[in-house]
């Protein structure tokens, strides 16, 4: 059985995890590097701790996992690559989320939409060796086109697809989202056996929850969930999820978040006087 670490970033309800095994290798996922919008600077804080952790640990980093590219936080994947070692991974149709944003940013020709940024491109059913153990990979897009699952021995690693069962499930309002897929993607999950664990890649609280939790699994979200559930069809999950969506607002760091984490993690390239920039497109009333 693999060894779950947990890391929880507070400024952005974000769950980094890294994953051991009894023969020491592990795999970290959706590391975050923070960002400070009103300074215009990154830390790497949280990224830090993860280093410690693995350090101390004596643990050999095979992956470095993306679920999704993230629109809410930066990734730290380039930065504990540097340190730890390791391949970078992410779902192959990141390159569908790098052609929807690339006229958004109005990228230069330096920038490929084929994926080139990170060390390997994750198909359905992938399997990577993690020292004894196994890593397979499910495409469960919805939220993006490419987001997908890693199971590790019981334990699902689902992204932004699924929140805690009193939260819901992810929006589908960002380029390249679709509520049907969601549907069918968070379907595939609670087709696994009850008792896998789910661990999510944010929580935000509730009302009645003051408490952050990243760990469910698939019996509870089945009977329990607000948005799906047993009882909840297609059709009514799509209206509601469409609905809903409508009146979300974007994600405070979105725009700077997808230009990095497209990249891989890594910043656009410098401008002639050496300065790197971050665009925000505007639209002009």
Request: aromatic share 10%.
């Amino acid at each position: 059985m693999p060894h779950i670490e947990p890391f929880f970033d507070d400024t952005t309800f974000s769950y980094s995890y890294v994953v051991s095994t009894p023969d020491r290798h592990a795999a970290i996922i959706d590391a975050v590097l923070e960002f400070d919008p009103s300074a215009v600077r990154t830390h790497t804080r949280h990224a830090d701790a993860i280093i410690d952790y693995v350090r101390t640990q004596n643990l050999t980093v095979d992956w470095i996992l993306e679920t999704h590219v993230h629109a809410d936080h930066f990734s730290a994947a380039q930065y504990l690559q540097s340190k730890l070692g390791g391949q970078v991974a992410i779902g192959e149709h990141v390159t569908d989320v790098q052609q929807l944003f690339k006229g958004v940013f109005n990228a230069g020709p330096e920038f490929c939409c084929n994926g080139s940024q990170f060390d390997r491109l994750l198909k359905d059913g992938d399997q990577l060796a993690l020292g004894e153990l196994c890593i397979e990979v499910l495409h469960t897009p919805g939220h993006t086109p490419a987001c997908v699952t890693y199971l590790i021995d019981g334990a699902a690693f689902v992204g932004d697809t699924l929140f805690m069962p009193d939260y819901g499930s992810a929006r589908t309002d960002f380029p390249g989202g679709n509520a049907h897929d969601l549907y069918h993607s968070i379907q595939r999950i609670l087709k696994l056996p009850g008792t896998t664990a789910l661990y999510v890649c944010h929580d935000y609280g509730t009302a009645n929850r003051q408490t952050f939790q990243c760990l469910t699994d698939v019996e509870t979200q089945k009977h329990s969930n607000i948005h799906i559930n047993d009882d909840v069809s297609e059709a009514d999950f799509v209206a509601f999820r469409q609905g809903r969506d409508a009146d979300l607002a974007a994600p405070r760091l979105l725009y700077p978040s997808v230009q990095f984490n497209m990249r891989g993690g890594a910043m656009p390239p410098a401008d002639a006087n050496g300065r790197v920039y971050l665009k925000l497109p505007v639209k002009v009333a």
